[in-house]
């Protein structure tokens, strides 16, 4: 009797194990073909976690942790200071970031693109640290006839009166008196995508982002002529070099200086004949 029981028992411990072999193997080759099938419908593509904006936002708008996801994101095409999972953008009991320019939904979450958190979007959101606001007053002559917006680049021209020399008259003259000056603003407007196309009118001011020694250089400038601005492109291969246009140099005028004739008086003393020069008299 008991010899059955032990190969009734042995024999049930037998197809225990086989089964759970059987198993463990249908789940292994289960795992392998989804392994394969996420690999396929990649094509291969090597995927990490970042965040994204859930909704679309505007510049100024406040972010928070509710308003952003983490999502797959193919490796070879992460952007530059993207929020992953190893770098969120929230802490434990972060404040709100602001959104510096409009972003749409699902849209990549970047450090260029939002503020320090609770800092908010604004002019100083725009300054590197260094940097100082300067104010440009324009027309629609000197300011390109308004086709100027902030993120662009311009170089800065003076127009005013020189005196070129000790006894020569004052002329009028244009120099090239800074490059490349970021604009960061334009009549209080500190995003390009809230400037409106189809307005009619044209700017009165505009902000570039300069270093502190190039303040005081500007604010002479203004003060002592006018200011006009010129738009360069942003597939700038050099940089303009300084330069200097007086009204002679633009009309081709050739200076002529006329010699003074010299005033003597002869004086004779015997066979000797002194010259003395003396002031001519007005004619």
């Known amino acids: 009797m008991r010899s059955v029981f032990t190969l009734v028992l042995l024999a049930g411990l037998i197809l225990a194990g086989l089964s759970v072999y059987v198993v463990q193997s249908y789940v292994g080759k289960y795992r392998v073909a989804l392994e394969q099938e996420k690999a396929a419908a990649s094509g291969g593509i090597e995927l990490t976690k970042i965040y994204v904006i859930a909704k679309s936002v505007t510049h100024g708008d406040a972010i928070t942790q509710d308003d952003v996801r983490l999502v797959p994101w193919p490796v ?85 009166d020189i005196s070129l020399g000790h006894d020569q008259e004052r002329q009028r003259v244009t120099r090239l ?82 010699k003074k004739q010299a005033c003597t008086i002869k004086t004779r003393k015997g066979a000797d004949v002194i010259i003395t020069e003396i002031p001519c008299p007005d004619q």
């Open 177 to 258: 008196i800074e490059t490349e000056l970021e604009v960061v603003a334009i009549d209080q407007v500190d995003n390009y995508e809230d400037v409106d196309e189809n307005k009619s009118g044209i700017a009165e001011t505009v902000v570039v982002s300069v270093k502190p020694q190039q303040v005081a250089r500007l604010a002479l400038a203004q003060s002592s002529g006018n200011l006009s601005l010129s738009l360069v492109p942003r597939n700038r291969s050099e940089t303009a070099k300084v330069m200097q246009v007086d009204q002679n140099e633009l009309f081709d005028i050739q200076e002529t200086v006329a």
């Open 76 to 160: 070879g095409a992460l952007p530059t200071d993207v929020f992953s999972e190893a770098k969120p953008p929230f802490g434990e009991g972060d404040q709100p970031r602001f959104a510096l320019r409009q972003m749409d939904r699902f849209e990549p979450l970047t450090k260029s693109k939002v503020t320090s958190p609770g800092e908010p979007a604004g002019l100083l959101a725009k300054l590197s640290p260094g940097q100082r606001a300067f104010a440009i007053d324009v027309d629609v002559i000197s300011g390109v006839s308004g086709f100027i917006r902030p993120n662009d680049f311009v170089d800065v021209y003076w127009t005013g």
